[in-house]
């Protein structure tokens, strides 16, 4: 069945430009003693002295961000921009050649794309064998499903990435959940993920004018992103879509937390970290609740840690902070990954927050995630390893 013939949802055209944020987690677990994080997580939360010393002015960021009174998704996005910007510190794209295009979805709709690569290596006009072809590295933006590609932080990272050798990056603009405009619909699951996948399915039959192999891609995404990501994946392999050769999951989102399966799996960050900094268990809530409707089906597309099966699926490159609410969805997926056969590195930063690189950029650890990350790439690309 193509894309064309799959059945798509219709959105509910309704007024959803304000919205309420809670105190408190909507989805609490009611798991005994969740609240201290459990046996074999729990300790992960104590925070980093370095982060605890600089908590306070993240937080008040972060409450700036929330506490206004007139909350609106149009307001919310430009004030995440400027944030963004003053974070931000190397969004220099230097050493790299960047262009833009579209790819027409399933529904006729036109996706914005970002295509990187290393300067001076346009692809030729012909390609002679599909091993001649880069590494299609295909960028899923974070930001809840409903903060656009310029309010995620994740420009010089792309950067850094498109900056390698015989690598090619290609940043979706997938349509958000919620717009701006004043009657604006929601593109609930599942537009966000039909767009990436379509993405990937244009670049594999276009991949001879890009210079990359069409049986080599790599996603990578992080928050929403890396729970996009990895529905992908597991969507490609369940329609038989060959070529995804590696994911790396930053932070991922891979649960809804309605849906927290309650044994054997360890998932009480929602609950010890509720009140983090940078995202909270109620902005959690938020997010999935706006993306996910009542009547969503397929759960394992929009929920990839509730997927039947994980065999099959490439190797991965999991990274999850400490103090965040995502921990254990984190930690939990690579576990499943790896139980089902599937080669999946796992780190985990103790006592910091989500997204931590792009708040606390001068960190070692920060340091420490960009080299894992740029060298899971390097052996993906070089064949090395676990991809040899």
């Known amino acids: 069945m193509t894309p064309q013939e799959e059945q798509v949802a219709k959105p509910p055209?309704?007024?959803i430009t304000k919205f309420?944020?809670?105190d408190a987690p909507q989805h609490a677990t009611g798991i005994q003693g969740a609240s201290k994080g459990g046996r074999r997580y729990g300790h992960l939360a104590e925070l980093d002295p370095a982060f605890a010393a600089v908590r306070p002015r993240l937080d008040?960021?972060?409450n700036a961000l929330w506490d206004v009174p007139d909350r609106n998704w149009s307001t919310l996005r430009e004030t995440v921009r400027r944030q963004s910007r003053e974070q931000q510190t190397e969004r220099s794209s230097v050493g790299v050649d960047v262009s833009h295009g579209t790819v027409r979805a399933r529904d006729g709709a036109q996706i914005k794309i970002k295509i990187m690569r290393r300067a001076s290596t346009a692809p030729a006009k012909e390609q002679t064998t599909e091993q001649d072809g880069s590494l299609l590295v295909l960028r899923i933006h974070g930001g809840g499903w409903c903060l656009d590609p310029?309010?995620?932080?994740?420009e010089a990272e792309d950067s850094r990435i498109a900056g390698m050798p015989n690598v090619v990056l290609v940043r979706v603009s997938y349509r958000l959940q919620v717009s701006s405009g004043s009657s604006a619909p929601e593109y609930t699951y599942p537009y966000a993920l039909n767009d990436c996948?379509?993405?990937?399915?244009w670049c594999k039959i276009n991949a001879n004018g890009m210079g990359v192999d069409p049986e080599r891609t790599?996603?990578?995404g992080s928050g929403a992103g890396a729970s996009l990501a990895a529905s992908v994946a597991i969507k490609a392999r369940d329609k038989g879509v060959s070529g995804i050769v590696g994911q790396v999951l930053d932070f991922p989102m891979t649960c809804h937390p309605k849906f927290y399966p309650k044994r054997p799996l360890e998932l009480k960050s929602y609950e010890q970290n509720s009140e983090a900094t940078t995202i909270s268990s109620p902005l959690v809530d938020l997010f999935y609740d706006a993306y996910v409707p009542d009547s969503a089906e397929e759960v394992s597309y929009h929920s990839p840690l509730l997927a039947p099966s994980l065999a099959h699926m490439p190797p991965a490159l999991v990274q999850v902070a400490g103090f965040d609410p995502l921990r254990d969805?984190?930690?939990a997926f690579s576990e499943r990954l790896r139980g089902q056969g599937v080669a999946s590195e796992l780190h985990v930063y103790k006592g910091l927050p989500h997204g931590f690189p792009d708040v606390l950029p001068d960190l070692p650890q920060t340091?420490?995630?960009h080299k894992r990350q740029l060298e899971f790439i390097r052996m993906c690309v070089d064949r090395e390893g676990i991809f040899s």
Do not use: Q
């Open 13 to 15: 055209y309704k007024s």
């Open 20 to 22: 309420d944020l809670k």
């Open 60 to 62: 008040a960021n972060a």
């Open 150 to 154: 310029e309010s995620a932080s994740e």
């Open 197 to 201: 996948y379509d993405v990937l399915l």
């Open 218 to 220: 790599l996603l990578i």
């Open 329 to 331: 969805e984190g930690i």
């Open 367 to 369: 340091r420490e995630f």
